[in-house]
């Protein structure tokens, strides 16, 4: 049996932007946690290799220590570790993975054309982004040797978003005989599905960065006997989470974690940052996003014969014409703020928070 790691897009040296500094350092050396708690399950599950599917590093060239610690825990990995640059650490001139002193055992699929490297009873294929963009299809026509069974390791999209990501079409997959396709790019996991013969998955970033990256991450352990299985695993790094809510309450478990909590419901305007001090103390992290409405008592003064019940019809309008268009969700949000602007102005009153 052949049993591999699969990762991809860790983003090391990623500056993690939109937090406060001391979180955001916290989340740097925490992807380095990542990385080596990756080394760890690798050895403790005795797998023949680490495949990781681009964007291993935030840029080409990331810093001296962010490149020294990198290639110093896939070094003491125990096993081959194959590396597929991605869109992100594309092999440019100055590429890291062009660096002489790359430890034995991690091996770079270079080129922007696929490329075999046997690994004892298997082999393993890959290629890499030679510049950020790769706008050619190059798993079409590929074939793998039928003798032995064979992975890949590729960046790349299966629903092409654009065209600059490097396709990968599922008829491509079906024709190729790989017995796995182990992919990167797409930052959210997706299920082990096959085409052909062939299994293929997106394990995701093994860390979320931000609340666009949600959830439980981890990795997937590849087996292959006659055909490929794969198995999520969960790394347990902090999560990031988004919860609606009336409540402003952050819920119990969350202590290790970085909690958005948007506001929904009705209720006066809310002193967010205050709310978020004060909620702090449950979570490693705490953002409050107001998305409130304004009270249907205060709503109701769009019937008044005033210039504040104008003005809020005029605000209904702009709403009830946005009614259909795509940001409607924005401009709902929107028209809500400038109720609140506009009524604490006409009734004298301090503008809110
Ligand atoms: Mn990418």
Not at 23 to 42: D, G, M, N, P, V
Not at 178 to 201: K, N, P, Q, V, W
Not at 224 to 229: F, G, S
Request: with cysteine; charged share 30%.
């Amino acid at each position: 049996m052949i049993k591999l790691i699969h990762t991809a897009d860790l983003h090391l040296g990623s500056p993690i932007a939109g937090l406060p500094e001391e979180t955001a350092s916290a989340l740097r050396e925490e992807l380095f946690t990542t990385l080596a708690k990756i080394c760890e399950l690798a050895e403790s599950e005795r797998a023949d290799a680490i495949l990781i599917a681009g964007d291993l590093f935030e840029e080409p060239s990331p810093s001296r220590s962010v490149a020294d610690r990198t290639f110093s825990l896939l070094g003491r990995a125990g096993m081959p570790v194959f590396i597929s640059p991605g869109n992100h650490d594309f092999m440019s001139v100055h590429s890291v993975y062009r660096r002489q002193d790359l430890p034995e055992n991690v091996r770079i699929f270079r080129y922007e054309r696929i490329e075999k490297i046997p690994c004892g009873d298997f082999d393993v294929y890959g290629a890499g982004f030679a510049a950020p963009r790769v706008e050619h299809e190059l798993l079409h026509g590929f074939r793998a040797d039928p003798d032995r069974p064979s992975v890949m390791v590729l960046h790349g999209e299966t629903e092409v978003s654009s065209a600059y990501y490097h396709a990968v079409s599922p008829r491509d997959i079906a024709a190729s005989g790989l017995s796995y396709l182990a992919l990167g790019h797409i930052h959210a996991r997706s299920e082990a599905a096959r085409a052909g013969d062939t299994l293929f998955a997106y394990p995701g970033c093994p860390m979320g960065r931000g609340f666009d990256e949600t959830g439980e991450k981890g990795v997937y352990i590849v087996e292959i006997e006659d055909r490929a299985r794969a198995r999520f695993v969960p790394l347990g790094a902090r999560k990031f989470v988004t919860i609606e809510s009336g409540e402003r309450a952050v819920p119990d478990g969350l202590e290790r974690d970085l909690v958005k909590l948007v506001l929904t419901g009705e209720s006066e305007p809310v002193d967010t940052e205050a709310l978020a001090r004060e909620l702090a103390p449950r979570a490693f992290y705490v953002k409050v996003v107001d998305r409130t409405r304004l009270p249907k008592r205060v709503r109701e003064r769009a019937g008044e014969d005033s210039l504040a019940g104008a003005f809020l019809r005029a605000l209904d309008a702009v709403r009830a014409e946005a009614g259909g268009a795509g940001d409607s969700e924005e401009t709902g949000a929107l028209s809500e703020l400038a109720a609140r602007y506009g009524l604490a102005a006409l009734d004298g009153e301090e503008a809110p928070l």
